[in-house]
């Protein structure tokens, strides 16, 4: 016997919902797994270089996860406090963190003890990331100081006190080895050069700033603080271009994709909120079950989106777009059979129980809010042939709620085709009970009331549709004439040819 093949619900868009490229892409993503760590996660950030395994900073150690197991494979847990801010070095070979302890720790990927310890900051420590050049590491501290430090020697280099607050956010620039721009909350935003003694660039961002982006090229920045998102033009001296108000509560957390056409936000709202960077509108969204405090994107082919939230634990959204994967000759891929719980009328219908499969798609919570299951149903009864049979012999109540259905969404177009068949196959069998039963004599009145105002309509559009067809057709004949006229006044070119 052939396996049973679930009924096809023909979905169709709702009206006034446009279906763009970017809302096909990011519902594409599969549903979020969730990792418990042993703390709050305040940070992650994947490895530049492949497998882009990814560090995930919680609690007083950071995980190195498997980029495709979602393991932890190494731990670096050489912190007497909470660790912060684990950032990968553009090579991958290195990678920085802050602590409670106001020290800065410095790891190769490959061993367990720091390579380096960098002692300066007397307070926590949240900012901690490399320069462009991989040899020199930027921080910022809870004691209102940002700091560079220099990774041979391991020295201070220079150290910056012009933020009144705590610094709790930083990035560098990716075109100059020498610039990098701290945040804090003294409502700031500073961007220093190394070869300065003081700040180049001071931004007022309005609210405390608990994030910081710069663009690729560097000439734009991005802020982020209280309710706002705001995108500066760094080349004209710090020049607002844009002030964002998309969530409802504090953006926490900032991020783009490797193209550099998306910028991604997170707040305490629960939401993530996906803006394109030509025109700065939403054009998709993430919920998730709590708020939001860190987001981080990998730069491959199949992309991972992560959201990291203020509890113990963290989401991973994979894509599915698997035709994206360039396979090799000698490659397989090996699928186990999906097992699929069919619904309650699938397994009505699989059993042959045509009566009480309608029934199952005329209970209030299909019917009311996912009518195209109930058409579907009836549309799969109609090819079987056993649409009549399922229809005849049912009670007042149940002849009421069918013809209020009917009734209902016999005009929707989606809808008609089927509905109209339905209406016929009602009338034949329910014609000779008419006039025994006030309830069901006023919902036929209700439904040849509503087909009659359709048909109205249609009549309406029909003319409609005639006077517009005239109205074409004079324009076209205007245009015609006025061609034939030009071409009877215009001069006759002649051509002498030997």
């Known amino acids: 016997m052939a396996l049973y093949k679930p ?32 703390g709050a996660v305040n940070k992650i950030d994947f490895s530049p270089v492949p497998p882009r395994n990814y560090a995930v900073t919680a609690s007083s150690r950071i995980h190195i996860y498997g980029r495709y197991s979602h393991e932890p494979i190494k731990t670096f847990s050489r912190f007497k406090d909470a660790a912060y801010c684990g950032t990968y070095r553009d090579d991958g070979n290195l990678l920085v963190a802050g602590s409670d302890e106001g020290i800065i720790r ?33 921080s910022g501290g809870d004691d209102y100081s940002s700091k560079l430090w220099d990774i041979p020697s391991g020295t201070e280099i220079v150290s910056y006190r012009e933020h009144t607050d705590y610094v709790r956010c930083g990035c ?48 734009l920045l991005v802020s982020a603080g ?20 998309n969530h409802h509560k504090t953006v926490t957390c900032l991020c783009l994709n490797s193209s550099g056409q998306r910028l991604l936000s997170g707040s305490l709202d629960r939401h993530v909120k996906i803006y394109s960077t030509t025109s700065y509108k939403v054009v998709h969204s993430f919920s998730y079950a709590a708020p939001i405090l860190s987001l981080a994107l990998s730069v491959s082919t199949l992309e991972i989106f992560l959201g990291k939230v203020i509890t113990d634990t963290f989401y991973i959204t994979e894509i599915i777009y698997f035709c994206c994967l360039a396979f090799q000759k000698n490659d397989f891929s090996v699928s186990k059979p999906v097992k699929r719980a069919l619904r309650k009328y699938d397994k009505l219908l699989k059993s042959f129980d045509s009566s009480k499969a309608l029934d199952a798609v005329l209970e209030p919570s299909i019917r009311l809010h996912t009518p195209e299951v ?12 056993t649409l009549r049979s399922a229809l005849a012999g049912r009670d ?19 809808f008609t085709p089927i509905l109209v068949t339905v209406a016929d196959m009602i ?13 069901v004599d006023r919902q036929f009145l209700r439904l040849q009331e509503a087909i009659g105002k359709e048909i109205d309509y249609q009549g309406e559009l029909l003319e409609v549709l005639g006077m517009m067809d005239t109205l ?27």
């Open 396 to 414: 007042e109540k149940q002849i009421n709620l069918l013809l209020t259905f009917v009734a209902r969404r016999v005009i929707e177009p989606r």
């Open 226 to 245: 209280g309710r706002y998102v705001k995108v500066w033009d760094v080349l004209k001296g710090g020049q607002l271009l844009v002030s964002l108000k």
């Open 106 to 138: 410095l790891f190769d990927i490959s061993g367990k003890a720091p390579l380096r310890q960098f002692d300066g900051h007397t307070k926590p420590v949240h900012v901690a990331g490399f320069l462009s050049d991989k040899y020199r590491i930027f």
């Open 472 to 498: 074409f057709a004079s324009f076209a004949e205007k245009k015609v004439t006025c061609l034939e006229e030009n071409r009877s006044n215009s001069p006759t070119e002649i051509i002498e040819t030997d």
């Open 7 to 38: 009924v096809v619900v023909q979905t169709c868009p709702r009206l006034g919902e446009r279906i763009t490229q970017d809302t096909v892409y990011w519902e594409g993503y599969k549903a979020p797994i969730q990792i418990k760590e042993f």
């Open 172 to 219: 560098a620039s990716k075109v100059n080895a020498d610039v990098f721009v701290t945040g804090s909350y003294d409502h700031t935003v500073k961007l220093f050069d190394a070869r300065t003694k003081s700040s180049i660039i001071t931004i007022e961002h309005g609210q405390p700033v608990e994030s910081v982006l710069l663009f690729p090229s560097g000439g």
């Open 427 to 439: 009338t034949d069998i329910y014609q000779p009970v008419l006039g025994q039963s006030a309830i």
């Open 374 to 385: 109930t058409v579907a149903v009836m549309q799969e009864l109609h090819r079987r042939g």
